[in-house]
């Protein structure tokens, strides 16, 4: 009786601290709406509603906030980052003194800054709280009334492809397309893409890849996966698997994990003795049939399958014998 009345006033006391916490909160936080919740969630009115203010994400407990001088009648948040008036551009909360046209300054896809005359690079994401340095580059020849980004790797003009903000000459131009987050085409071919790193071309017919997922695609005859291994090098990264019912693809959650026809893969590589008729997703990696429980693509030695189980009370892994730990016993 007595644990059971313990337990009740901590929970109260939680609570009311809670409270405590969010009541400090409120009476100190010195923002009203923001200006634009659809563009921006760090540019604010002030609780007055006669000025702005910046905060990175309104979380001035830990990144600060920033009152600006502004034509508050002519202001308009243009972008996460970016605002202006009918007097200046902002980023963040910093004057743009970089000679932008203001009349026709813009951002497009929320971070692409430009005017009439020229497409911006930013260049020093902390340009905004120094009192020195240089915040933008232009980006040469792109074409502001023609520029889209298409990602955020790539993007193109009337008569250029961009990559990682600078001119990219090695797809056509006329023909290339971003087929998804992982994989590029154009007439030529298709190709596997990372940050910073040199396209990849695949095998792939061009005239027949779709995309099936975010970082998987397939033609008329295989399914092409970017496998994530430290120790291969990207032309042995990129799984090639065949098919013969493309309606017979099917991704699990974890995205190691795929059904293709009648096999399971992980990592591009067969579950030998996985059951694809009795197979289920358990989560955070394990995976089990009617025969066997799976661990990163191993079985799980001496576990039941027919009692393996999640429990998220307690976020462990047991059967009626054991708890498992990384696919692993690790105590009865």
Known sequence: MVKKVLMILVAIFIVLASLGVY??????????ELVSKEKSDSYFYSRDGEGIIFSPMGNWFSLGKHEMNVDLETFQVLGRDYAKDQEHAYFKSKIIDFGVDVPSFNVKAGYVPMDKNHVYILI???????DSGKGFEILEDADPNTYEQLNYDFAKDKKFIFRNNKKFNEVDHESFEIVNNQFCKDKNGVYYYEYQQPLHKIEAKVSHVVDLT??????????YIHVNKIDLDIKDAIVRIPFQDADQ?????DNSIVRIDDKIYFKGEILEEA?????????YGYVKDDNFVFFQGQIVEGADPHTFKYNDKNYTFTDKNHTYEAGVAVKK
Not at 124 to 130: G, K, L, Q
């Open 23 to 32: 009541g400090v909160y409120r009476f100190f936080n010195p923002f009203g």
């Open 124 to 130: 020093d994401n902390y340009y905004y709280i120094s």
């Open 214 to 223: 975010s970082y998987c695609v397939r033609d008329d005859e295989f399914v």
């Open 275 to 283: 059951n694809v008729s009795t197979f289920e997703e358990i989560g």
């Open 249 to 253: 693809i099917y991704f699990y959650n």
